[in-house]
């Protein structure tokens, strides 16, 4: 079970490295506003969309932010290049995207929250996942709740990490820290692992 205090330093990683990233929108370039299904702003080379009662942020060359899909209540934000948030399909959903390349797809049920901070990372639920948060500081890594795994949480902090949660994984939390660690629940329930180092598995 992940600790009161792992959680707070986790959130606490993800402000301290998010507030730089966020520069004054009036003097961005590449920016783009989209709320309740109405563009706000856009300039340059930054796109977003979204749906009645949702909303979406995008800032950076070739950045893209989407919450035009079915439910309601969802949040996409994408700062940096080339990153791309999406979040819908469902209800409640928020996705976010901190860095260079990043990909991140919160949705496809409800009450699902990614935050992915750093570079080519690539965060997602699919297929009836509910309830599910990530959080990932480093580059390259890998995190994906998918096909009935339901109020799992997971933590990575270093590059190329792997966390799965699959097979209807239910309430369960997995924390890396290092690089090119693996943790695959398979369809666990109330399972923790934690792994350290490099090439754990």
């Not at 209800?91 to 409800?110: I, L, M, W, Y």
């Not at 109020?151 to 997995?174: H, I, K, M, T």
Request: charged share 15%; proline share 1%.
């Amino acid at each position: 079970m992940i600790s009161r205090k792992r959680i707070l330093f986790s959130l606490a990683m993800v402000a301290f490295l998010f507030m730089p990233a966020l520069a004054p929108v009036a003097s961005a370039q590449n920016v783009c506003v989209h709320r309740n299904g109405l563009l706000a702003f856009q300039s340059g080379l930054a796109n977003c969309n979204s749906a009645a009662g949702s909303r979406s942020v995008a800032i950076g060359a070739g950045s893209f932010a989407d919450t035009n899909f079915s439910g309601t209540g969802n949040s996409a934000v994408a700062v940096g290049e080339g990153s791309g948030s999406f979040a819908g399909e469902g209800d409640g959903n928020t996705a976010t995207a901190v860095g260079s390349f990043n990909e991140v797809a919160a949705g496809q049920d409800d009450g699902n929250r990614l935050t992915a901070v750093g570079n080519g990372n690539l965060m997602y639920t699919a297929n009836g996942a509910n309830d599910n948060s990530g959080v990932v500081v480093g580059d390259g890594n890998l995190t994906e709740f998918i096909d009935g795994s339901n109020g799992n949480r997971a933590v990575a902090f270093g590059d190329e990490n792997n966390l799965e949660f699959d097979e209807g994984a239910q309430n369960g939390s997995s924390i890396a820290i290092g690089d090119e660690n693996d943790i695959d629940t398979d369809g666990s329930s109330n399972t923790s692992a934690l792994a350290i180092g490099v090439n754990k598995d």
